[in-house]
Each structure stands twice: as structure tokens, then as C-alpha cells.
T-cell receptor
Framework: DAGVIQSPRHEVTEMGQEVTLRCKPISGHDYLFWYRQTMMRGLELLIYFNNNVPIDDSGMPEDRFSAKMPNASFSTLKIQPSEPRDSAVYFC??????????????FGEGSRLTVL | SQKIEQNSEALNIQEGKTATLTCNYTNYSPAYLQWYRQDPGRGPVFLLLIRENEKEKRKERLKVTFDTTLKQSLFHITASQPADSATYLCASNYGQNFVFGPGTRLSVLP
């Protein structure tokens, strides 16, 4: 398997623009997580899905952020409108068992977002 | 609120020595702790998991301990090499989620 695949790897946009980040999890993994990483706050969980259903979105900063998982092999994280404070690296991770099993997370290489 | 901390932001050691990284948690009791390695510009990579009823786990040059009394996990890299230089993150379950520590940046000097 190719692992978790994220796109784009880098995105530079201007404030107010819409940003869409994409993720393809490992086939057969029922859990998908979106994290944001910054120097100040480290890795923060934004939202996670189980079998394509959002389970916990309490980490989503505000209504400007939304995430979808239309099928088992694809998820998106959208920011509209984007702001400079959204600049961070966004990671997608998938897991076979989620937190109740061994909990091993497989991370993608991340999408580095810069909002000017 | 729950908190997971790593004692050092950065740690420098000499090649061949044992690196010891610390992870402490407060206000909750995790069922397990995990350790990940993260290289610059890359995503974290899972290394080891240790459950609350396990005292020690080993994998090649890596050793992890879990002390529920001290609320602490120690991560050791023996015979360290410059290639071990990276940021190491500890993580645990918290409710239905995972929480991560801030990481320790390890530099192994030749």
C-alpha cells in the first residue's frame, strides 16, 4: 500500500480564499483523523471519522472549517474563508482500529498551508 | 484538563550514548502510551506502544517504560547514531481520541 496520501503538499493562498486539502487513507482503515501542527500548539486533533461518519469535530476551530468523507477512500478539509492564523501543517492519519485497539496512526506527509 | 508533556524541547547527546526522553501525563489515566518519530517536513511515524499493564517494551535499540505511579513514560535509544536525530512525540488515548505531547527534538552529535 502507498500509505496515506495527502494533497497538495504545499499551498500558498491569500486571506479570504477557499482552501481544500485532500486525503486518501490506507485501504481497509476505518478511522481517519485530521490534525493541525504548529510550533506553538503542536499536533491538535481537528476531527475524526469512523466508517465515513464524523465522530468528534470538537477540535474544529470555527465554522470556517469543514470536513467531509464521502467514501472510504477520500476525505477533504476545507477552510473558507482562510485567514493568516490558519497557516500550519495539516496532517491526515488513518488507523485500522482507532483508539480502542492498538491505536497505531499512519500519517500522511502533510499539507503545508501558508495564508498571506 | 488532560495534559501530556515532554520534559525537554531539545536534547543533544554524543553518538554512542543512550538518549532518554521523558513523557508525563496529568489528570487522566491512559490505557497506553505511544511513541512516534517525526523528521523535518515529514509526518510522524509510529515506533512503539506500551500498555498500562506493561512495565517495559523493547524493539531493537529502543526501549520504552511505563510507570503509572509516576505517571510517566521513558523512551530510550541505546547506542545512538546521528541518523536517530529527529523529533520524538509521545501520545496516548484520551477518551475516544488521541492526544500528543509537544515533542522533544533529539540531536545526536558525531
Amino acid at each position: 500500500d502507498a500509505g496515506v496520501i495527502q494533497s497538495p503538499r504545499h499551498e500558498v493562498t491569500e486571506m479570504g480564499q477557499e482552501v481544500t486539502l485532500r486525503c486518501k487513507p490506507i485501504s481497509g482503515h476505518d478511522y481517519l483523523f485530521w490534525y493541525r501542527q504548529t510550533m506553538m500548539r503542536g499536533l491538535e486533533l481537528l476531527i475524526y471519522f469512523n466508517n465515513n461518519v464524523p465522530i468528534d469535530d470538537s477540535g474544529m476551530p470555527e465554522d470556517r472549517f469543514s470536513a467531509k468523507m464521502p467514501n472510504a477512500s477520500f476525505s477533504t478539509l476545507k477552510i473558507q474563508p482562510s485567514e493568516p492564523r490558519d497557516s500550519a501543517v495539516y496532517f491526515c492519519a488513518s488507523s485500522l482500529t482507532g483508539v480502542m485497539g492498538t491505536g497505531e496512526l499512519f500519517f500522511g506527509e502533510g499539507s503545508r498551508l501558508t495564508v498571506l | 484538563s488532560q495534559k501530556i508533556e515532554q520534559n525537554s524541547e531539545a536534547l543533544n547527546i554524543q553518538e554512542g550514548k543512550t538518549a532518554t526522553l521523558t513523557c508525563n501525563y496529568t489528570n487522566y489515566s491512559p490505557a497506553y502510551l505511544q511513541w512516534y518519530r517525526q523528521d523535518p517536513g515529514r509526518g510522524p511515524v509510529f515506533l512503539l506502544l506500551i500498555r498500562e499493564n506493561e512495565k517495559e517494551k523493547r524493539k531493537e535499540r529502543l526501549k520504552v517504560t511505563f510507570d503509572t505511579t509516576l505517571k510517566q513514560s521513558l523512551f530510550h535509544i541505546t547506542a545512538s547514531q546521528p541518523a536517530d536525530s529527529a523529533t520524538y512525540l509521545c501520545a496516548s488515548n484520551y477518551g475516544q481520541n488521541f492526544v500528543f505531547g509537544p515533542g522533544t527534538r533529539l540531536s545526536v552529535l558525531p
